[in-house]
């Protein structure tokens, strides 16, 4: 069974414009997949309509055998969960530490505090960042920061992390960091799915490479590269 | 943002507030003044007492009459006296000149004019033994006319200002949401509730209306003793009324108060639930 499939997906916005046709896509749990392509092919309508941040025009969405597409809006906050996001601009709360940011994505899903202060630490040692827990974001550099924002992702320890150009702001020193977290995460069994236009990066990561363009499916390939 | 959205609201509802009790006051004394309406109606000299028997007994069955007196000639000499104490005029009265005549109060002051057509005979003269009849004709007419246009503006004013505060108190409220919409979006994308994310801001929205509220009646509470009471002396004594239900020293300040407290926590509760619709859908 696909941990993520697209069936006959398409959306077209409000303003007319046509992001998606017809997408069918899987996804097998545990799996890495970049979505690549110039900006404006879908890459992030997919990744947005994944977390039912917008809805589908057409088709069904399916993540781990459930269709997300009649899913009721009060059962969405459950959806996201279970789905760790990441993005270009980190999304941080400027006004609090890197350990509050990280603790409140356990606090507003109601965690206890004891788990809290169990699960956090935990995290941010994974991503490296243990030492700067009472740091602010904006002491902290870019490739530091999208630490911060992947810890809060997968503090919850979601089944799937969604990467929506992680490596957007980033050097290559710090993308490079950045994808060997993602790897790591990957391998304790994370479902990751990652849309980038980083040449460089898909090229040595040599994982499964879905292409879109003009909305549409032009190439799915394992162990592939950025493009020909 | 707190503080903002808190002076917010004790300015806006103090204007609303303010309006509203100079409003009833001035409405307390206009009917104050109303009632002093009177029709006088002089006698001629040569009137029977059989005549003034039955006069006062017709006028005394009509139900718009609240009390009719009867002021006999000596009376009437009496009182120009003692009300021209001191002065030359006196000298000059020879004899009696004033009439005897019946002073009628009303119950129902706006049917002043009625009262008087009805000594006035077919062919417009007064009936026998009716010398005269005084009720301040256009004075009368010009009071009850201001007294509705100025109820009909004062009604608009208030309703004019009560938007005026509601359109604020709301563009503040969503301003210090719009200042913590990331923070929403984050809540949101980690999976929080829209209840989760909520409650907060409602409870802050209705804690800001209340306490503004609360600082607009205790801003109130102060202006209405201190001037208003004050002034209801000075209007006593100016327009020599006998009593004024202004606010300042009745119970109907208080309902004036608690419904300001009331509504400043609606808007407040209202004006955080509306201006969250726009960023909790993420």
Known sequence: MNMIELRNVSKVYEDKSVALKNINIGIKKGEFVFLVGPSGSGKSTIIKLLIREIPVTGGAIFIAGRNICNLKYSRVPQLRRNIGSVFQDFKLLPNKTVFENVAFALEVIGRPGYVIKLQVPQVLKLVGLEHKMKSYPHQLSAGEQQRVSIARAFVNRPPILLADEPTGNLDPVNSEGIMKLLSRINLIGTTVAMATHDRNIVNSMRRRVIELEEGEVIRDQKRGVYGS | ?282
């Open chain 2, 1 to 282: 943002m707190f503080f903002t959205a808190i002076s917010t609201v004790a300015i806006t509802l103090f204007m609303v507030g303010f309006f509203l009790i100079i409003v009833y006051d001035v409405q307390a004394i206009l009917s104050s003044v109303k009632s002093q309406v009177e029709v006088a109606v002089y006698l001629k000299d040569n009137a029977t007492q059989e005549f003034r028997d039955y006069l006062e007994s017709e006028i005394k069955s009509w139900e718009e009459v609240s009390e009719v007196v009867f002021i006999s000639k000596e009376q009437a000499l009496e009182k120009f006296k003692a009300d021209n104490e001191g002065s030359d005029i006196l000298k000059e009265i020879q004899g009696n000149p004033l009439p005897a005549s019946f002073e009628i109060r009303l119950s129902s002051p706006e049917k002043v004019e009625q009262i008087a057509l009805r000594f006035l005979t077919k062919e417009g003269t007064y009936i026998d033994g009716v010398d005269e009849v005084i009720y301040g004709q256009n004075y009368v007419q010009k009071l009850f006319q201001i007294t509705a246009i100025a109820g009909s503006i004062a009604f608009l004013v208030i309703v004019m200002l009560l938007l005026a505060a509601i359109v604020l108190i709301y563009n503040t409220i969503r301003l210090s949401i719009h200042a913590r919409r990331k923070e929403i979006e984050v809540m949101k994308l980690v999976g929080a509730t829209n209840w989760f994310v909520r409650i907060p801001f409602l409870f802050e929205g209705f804690f800001e209306g209340v306490v503004g509220s609360i600082i607009a009646v205790i801003m109130l509470f102060f202006i209405s003793n201190y001037l208003l009471i004050r002034g209801e002396k000075a209007i006593i004594d100016t327009l020599r009324v006998k009593e004024l239900a202004i606010l300042g020293s009745s119970n109907v300040i208080l309902y004036i108060y608690a419904g300001i407290i009331i509504l400043g926590g609606l808007i407040g509760l209202l004006s955080s639930s509306f201006a969250l619709k726009r960023y909790i859908r993420v």
